[in-house]
């Protein structure tokens, strides 16, 4: 039975710290503020394959107050999730995203970021979408204050 679940994420924008969204290290002079290095991206792609899975969420998992997961590189634990997922019986079909960030502009990095995360979970490129927004400078976002991310995924019967 093919299933379908869906992810958010915010985190705060902060000097000094690195943008890292999708995987893909970006050029800026703010990046995010988080536990862990604050892939939002990846954050919500994860918790979109353990919604899909029923599985909990990455809060539950990888708990930002375990030292554990202190500047845990969230491509690590997306590939744990893809396991976790795959010992379900599933395999993800498909990853659909939209990131709202008022600045850097993105498109310049989407495509990067698209064969990132299907190289993480396992789809060729063309099976993950990558939507850049921005918030139309309304509310914190659109003040460039936090970056959000919005996650889709589709699973189904492992094939094989
Ligand atoms: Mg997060």
Redesign the pocket.
Known sequence: MWRIGMGY???RTEAGRPLILGGVRIESAVGLA?H?D???VL??VSDALLGAAGLGD?GELYP?TDPAFAGAD?AVLLRDVVQRVAGEGLGVVSVDVTVVAERPKLSAHKGRMRETIGELVGLDAGRVGVKAKTNEGVDAVGRGEAIACYAVALVGPREG
Do not use: E, M, T, Y
């Open positions: 994420d915010l985190h988080g862990s604050a892939d939002v954050h919500a990455i930002d969230s």
